[in-house]
């Protein structure tokens, strides 16, 4: 079954989508309000670092299987599908900002035919797939169907994601869309999960809300590890063993950023405040995790005495590796407070560009690792970019003014900084005593 098929947003979600569809030779067409987005995507630029992507949006351009648009009623001409994938970012309340999505959706009732089906792919709080079906089955001659296909997709991994799911999830609520939706997903090989609109958006925000909680977890224990004793990558590495908690989503550091986790997980507390369900443990996920970033922030305090006047070199600015994603970057909040304090910052990452910080940041930016410590009074790892790992420690120790080094994503083993004569402060655990 070969599909005609509209992408509204062209977002690490719906421009994925578009690709991979476009290479299941349905014959797809990516639209977004952007205009800039989509004359840099006709020019062949990403508006996004992904892995890939590009190679995956070029071939299949050159095929003639997708292509881009800012014309939202030209785009929506003669669809049989339209996925939904237009960003709902935190409004001020915790809840998402659906302004953008609905204005999508409330577009769809003049600019499409009869029978079409509309994927929502965006995370929406639950309900909204069943008042989106609502409203389009509302005072119009043809129906839409409804469809909730949550995305689990990682930000750079996200091709490999999307083809290598550990589950699809489908909500959708007749038999015929269960059938075509199952035609259309044929090229996954994985447990397929079909079930009601509010089960699949609960889903998404179940599962980012987990993950969340799992990386609080696990940044507590390494806080009492520092406090007690303990090597932390030893206890989670032994803890993920047990095949009930799982290794995934346990290496501690400076907490999560980006824009799913944190978001879902107030998005999840907004929806229960609503509800008048007890949420408590959830705001602790988020209490701690913006704790760390503080932690961090109090460490360097600690060790220099004072940060005025102080330089502080930064390597990593994305909010995680293989992505220039800056959206609640820890490196973002840790900068600002070093500056707050009178420090100076260096910053290194190898692809986000210093001028997508936000204004009132200034810093300054250097070409290479190196660049970035020379006379530093101490260095501080925020992404856990590979190409760190390659560093010439002890070169990089000799040009500072002051070997710190604060590893805030566990990436180096412990024994090679000291090895390279860097000072840690933070407790040595059990196994250095
Ligand atoms: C997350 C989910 O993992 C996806 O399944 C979901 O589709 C996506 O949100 C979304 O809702 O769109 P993403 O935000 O791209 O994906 O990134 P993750 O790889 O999950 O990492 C999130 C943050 O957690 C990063 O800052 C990462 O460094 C941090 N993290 C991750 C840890 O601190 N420790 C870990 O063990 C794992």
Avoid at 115 to 124: A, P
Avoid at 199 to 209: D, F, L, Q, V
């Amino acid at each position: 079954m070969i599909m005609k098929i509209c992408v509204v947003g062209a977002g690490y979600v719906g421009l994925v989508s578009a690709a991979i569809l476009a290479d299941w030779q349905h014959n797809v067409v990516c639209v977004d309000h952007n205009e800039q987005k989509i004359e840099d995507l006709l020019a062949g630029k990403l508006p996004i670092f992904e892995p890939g992507l590009q190679e995956l949006v070029e071939l299949n351009r050159r095929r003639q299987y997708l292509r881009f648009t800012a014309e939202m009623a030209e785009a929506l001409r003669g669809c049989e599908m339209i996925i939904v994938a237009v960003g709902t970012p935190p409004a001020e309340n915790g809840h998402p900002n659906l302004e953008d999505f609905w204005a999508v959706v409330k577009s769809f009732r003049e600019n499409v035919g009869n029978n079409v089906i509309v994927m929502i792919k965006s995370t929406v709080p639950v309900g909204t797939g069943e008042a989106v079906s609502l409203y389009l089955n509302e005072k119009v001659s043809h129906t839409f169907s409804v469809v909730s296909a949550p995305e689990f997709l990682r930000q750079g991994t996200a091709v490999h994601d999307f083809l290598h799911p550990d589950r699809l999830v489908v909500g959708c609520m007749s038999p015929e869309i269960r059938e075509q939706m199952k035609e259309l997903f044929q090229p996954l090989d994985c447990p397929k999960v079909f079930t009601d609109w509010h089960s699949a958006e609960m889903i998404k925000y179940a599962s980012n809300s987990f993950l969340a909680l799992k990386i609080s977890y696990i940044n507590t224990i390494a806080n009492l590890c520092e406090a007690v004793g303990g090597n932390i990558q030893d206890v989670a590495a032994a803890v993920g063993l047990d095949h009930r908690i799982g290794q995934a989503y346990l290496k501690p550091g400076v907490g999560f950023g980006g824009s799913c986790l944190a978001k879902d997980t107030q998005g999840l507390i907004a929806q229960g405040e609503v509800h008048g369900v007890n949420v408590w443990m959830f705001k602790d996920v988020l209490e701690v995790n913006y704790e760390q970033r503080v932690h961090i922030v109090q460490r360097l305090t600690e060790v220099l005495g004072n940060l005025k006047g102080r330089k502080i070199a930064i390597l990593g600015l994305a909010f995680k590796a293989n992505t220039d994603d800056l959206r609640d970057a820890p490196s973002v909040t840790i900068i600002a407070q070093i500056i707050k304090l009178g420090g100076l910052v260096k910053v290194y990452d190898p692809v986000v560009d210093s001028s997508s910080l936000p204004n009132i940041i200034s810093v300054s930016t250097a070409d290479n690792p190196y660049a970035a410590c020379q006379g530093v009074d101490a260095v501080i790892v925020l992404t856990e970019w590979e190409e760190f790992l390659d560093l010439d420690l002890k070169r990089l120790q000799k040009s500072m003014n002051a070997p710190v080094f604060i590893d805030g994503r566990y990436l180096f083993e412990r024994k090679r900084l000291l090895e390279a004569g860097f000072f840690l402060p933070e407790r040595p655990s059990s196994s250095e005593w």
